[in-house]
């Protein structure tokens, strides 16, 4: 180490060390300038700004050598009483990291967290479970030698792997996650998080749950509020930046939100940004929350994010891909009932499950490619009331017929029936070998082969509650019930175009007719619906493949009228295309989803030009 002499004695001392940048200070690093920057290494690497403008933190006594990283004893609150955290919590939480004068990273014992995630297995912030595949390598009957208790009491802070039974078929290695000193890193992600959104945190949770979570249920409300009250420190970054970045797309409907200056409303493209870095780190020890925190961020629209529509078709898929993997190493895609795991975690995890089945189809449909998770290796249970815990607290509390719970509920069950259905489409007609046989097999049958799924599509919507129909609305209530049906028309656009592209010269002209007529009757609902939408439909939850559904819609009309036989049908084909054009254009202003959509059709699909030329 350079040293300086005193004046006094002329005893070398250690040469003072530069003064850290406020984020190395933050993120407690070693702050490195290379010759000729104006930058740190962290800061160029980050794209932030090196500033000095935060003072020196407050330097702790240091520790001694066998302070070690533990767990605090979890407090059990009396039964039927909400635990309220305490007040010190928060404070234990800002001081739980420090640097002692070695250099060395000690901390404090963290504070308690909700004894309702005791027992659980892809919930833990300090370790994560990797499922044991049945052609594993690592046979469970010797992994049961590295269980840790027979008493079946899990570590509490478990310094290396070990085997978790969980049935009499199921095992997981359970992995430590990093070293203690990545914890600092951690709560800095998340303090940047809280940062951008401060003073707004809660509001937005509670925003989220009110619009997104009933007909997109893929957390546990109870666990992330429970935690949540206890401090933001308590979860994985990309969740969190997550529920934050999508609850922001429904500022207006919060009354202190809709209230505040534009400047003061936090910026989603920081948070995003946050977000999808966050995500990348998770992914090295992933867990539900990674697989939770991917899923939303996949339902953001395209218009919303800025980004490309070609760059953002391809990070989509690339994720997706991601996850897919992340969530067969949770063993997602296995049935869990009889797994020792807490009941309400099996219900969570089925959630889970079928939210990304419904993502994967809906995926395959979007981009053309093929699915990813095999209906052979799906071995999930359909959900059921059991598995959503606040259905029931719900139907209780809610003098309605139906809650607003329980029909977002039945909204996202209906969205998984439409999926298994789209799966089958897609199976039928749109894989390689199915475009092969089609090409082989002639359009008579192929129109066999379309009749059962014709089938279940017509025996879907027949059996269809009456309260999911499009003309029940409650009053100053969003509804999501417009995205249910545009996925039911947009599977049938998806039957009629692999049919008529099926169509030959040898096709018999009453098949055609009867086809072609079928077809355009699909338009002709998928229009009619668009153009009903209310605004309570529009500004409610919509994902992000709604707007790929509007212009596939576009799309059949277009083929529609390029393989059309007569003048007078190609006229009908044109003005369905302005009908549509005109329905998103009215609603585009309030619906990202009908904004991206008109982008779609006007940019990317190509020939509606000539369309609307032919139609004036």
Known sequence: MATTSSPDSGTPRPRPRPRPCDTCRVRKTRCVREQGQSRCILCIFHSHPCTFVQGPTRRQKAQTSSTRYVRAKEPRPPQGRTHTPDPSIGHGLASNLSWNSGQELTTSPEPPRPRILSNTLGLDLYTHAEYVGPTDYRDPALLDLYRPQPTGQLPSSPSRMFARRLDNRTTFIIHPDKSPQSEGLRFAELDAIEATVSPLGRT??????????PSFPILHKEVFMSKHRLSHRHFTPSLLAAVYLVALDWQLYDSSLAGYERESIPDASALEQLAH??????MLSPKLSTVEAGLLLLQRNQCATGSGSQAASTTNRLLMAQLVTIAQDLGIHVDCESWSIPSWEIGLRRRLAWALYVQDRWGSFVHGRPCLLQNDDWGVQMCTAADYPELHAANAADTEPVSAIALGWEV???????SRILGEVIGTFHTATAVQNLDNIGLVASMERAKPLLLKLREWSTNLPQHLRMENNALHELCAKGALHLAHVTVGVTLHRALIRAITPATPQSLQAALRSSARSNVQDATNLLKSLRPEHTAAFWGSTASYQAAQVGSLAGLLWATAATAEEMNWCAARVEDLRWALRLRGAAAPFAR???????????GFGVIRTYAG
Do not use: K, N, P
């Open 204 to 213: 937005l949770v509670d925003l989220y749950f009110r619009v997104v979570h």
């Open 277 to 282: 870095i966050a995500i990348s780190q998770d």
């Open 412 to 418: 996202f069950l209906q969205h998984i029936e439409l």
């Open 596 to 606: 991206e959509a008109l982008r779609l059709l006007e940019r990317e699909i190509g």
